[in-house]
Structure formats: C-alpha cells, structure tokens
C-alpha cells in the first residue's frame, strides 16, 4: 500500500549514508559536546518491527535518533530504492571505535543489558584494553529492572550508555527514558557484547570483507534461520516490489 511504502521510505531518508570515519566522527561530537542522541544500528529486522510498531516507529522518526545501517540487507535495500550510501557500518565496530574514544578522552560509560557472564568477561576485557574509561553501572538484562537501571543512568549522567537487551526491547526501553536524562550518547547494541567480551566470536576479516558475515552468524547459530527468512529475505521481497 501507499501508506507502508511512505513508512519505509522514511526510514531510508534518515538512513545514514555517508562514509564510517564521517559516522564516527558525528557521534565523538555527540560525546564532546555532551548531546543527547540516540543511534539505532538498523538491520532489516529493526525496519519491519517498526513498520509494524507505532512507538518503534516513532523512536526511529525522533529527531534525536541516528539510523546507521547495521547489515547488508539494509544497504541492498537502499541501493534497489537508489539511494546513495557508502555501505554498512557494524554496530560492534562502532561500540568498538566509540571504546577507544571514551578511553582516549576518559569519558564516561555505563552498559545496561546481556547476561551477567557476559559483563564479567567484558570487565576483565575493559581494564586491560580500556584502561581510562570511567565504567558508571553494569547491570545485566535479567535481574534488574528497567525503571531503577534508567534512574541510576539520569543521576549518574554518563556520556555514552549501551543497552544489549536484542530488538526492538532495546530501541524502546531507551526512547521511553531519553526525554528524562540532559545528556548521553544511547545505542541499542544488541549482540555486540558477547563479540566485544570475547563470549562469542566474530567472523574472520576475510568473511567480514566478503559481505558473508551475516552466512557466518547462520552457520554458528542454525537456530536463527527461520528469523532470518521472515525479517531479512521476506524484507528484501517488499523492497522490490515497493521499487515497481
């Protein structure tokens, strides 16, 4: 319908599109200048909840939300519909490079989500790679709750805050708390954790430079092919006909 192809366009109208080191940059300057934003690392599956959910839908069209293109479905898609874009930008990267930044500028994070094994192996992982990062809170996913984690986050103030709890709890759980805190950076950052703890591994750079990494997490986790189906190849489906 005329209604849904509006929704998803929209999508890829905010859709960033211009290269990784521009990317990262915009948000360092997020962090610099002590802004309150949101980044939403989208993969078709982010766009076809929203598409289906009126507060996710809202959380992406916010004027403080940043869509990054987090998958090779998405950059596909916006290439059928002919947009211009450099190409994907992992989320794990860029949870990755905005570590580093924190550590270089002694900045603030607090990690709210994941399980608890996770978090005491990223611990470990924090203190060795990034020694100058102030950790505000780790809280996993499972034990605490929502309304006390984002309370500890609003009196804490840090610069930059990862939520792991998988989409689209993630994306809403932030959106519902943003208005309320004066400053940070929020990613929702899915599985980020478990590669950056070291729980779970990343596919080889070749893989990665293939386009194949997203084959590579099917084959380790045969599990999550029927989810792949219905929101990465279904997605892809819609897009084309949407271009007719």
Request: with cysteine.
């Given at each position: ?120 192996e990223l611990s470990k992982k924090l203190k060795i790679d990034y020694p100058n990062i ?64 070291g729980v779970k591994k990343r596919a080889p750079k070749f893989i990665i430079r293939c ?34």
């Open positions: 319908t005329r209604k849904r192809k509006t929704i998803i366009i929209s999508y890829f109208d905010k859709l960033y599109k211009e290269n990784q080191d521009s990317f990262f940059n915009d948000l360092e300057q997020i962090i610099i200048n002590e802004e309150r934003a949101m980044l939403v690392t989208a993969n078709p599956e982010v766009f076809s909840r929203a598409e289906q959910n009126k507060e996710l839908h809202e959380a992406l069209m916010d004027q403080e939300t940043m869509i990054s293109p987090d998958g090779e479905g998405v950059v596909k898609a916006a290439r059928i519909l002919n947009y211009s874009i450099w190409g994907k930008i992992a989320g794990v990267d860029t949870v990755q490079h905005l570590l580093e930044f924190c550590n270089q500028c002694k900045k603030t994070v607090f990690f709210y989500g994941s399980k608890q094994e996770v978090l005491d102030i950790i505000k809170g780790m809280r996993n996913g499972y034990d605490y709750n929502e309304t006390v984690v984002f309370d500890e986050i609003k009196n804490t103030a840090p610069d930059l805050i990862l939520v792991a709890l998988g989409v689209p709890k993630q994306e809403l759980a932030i959106y519902r708390y943003l208005k309320k805190v004066d400053k940070g950076l929020f990613i929702g950052v899915g599985g980020s954790l478990d590669v950056l703890s386009k194949l990494e997203w084959l590579f997490r099917l084959l380790k986790e045969p599990r999550r092919i029927k989810k792949f189906y219905q929101t990465h190849i279904t997605f892809l489906f819609k897009i084309r006909k949407l271009k007719r």
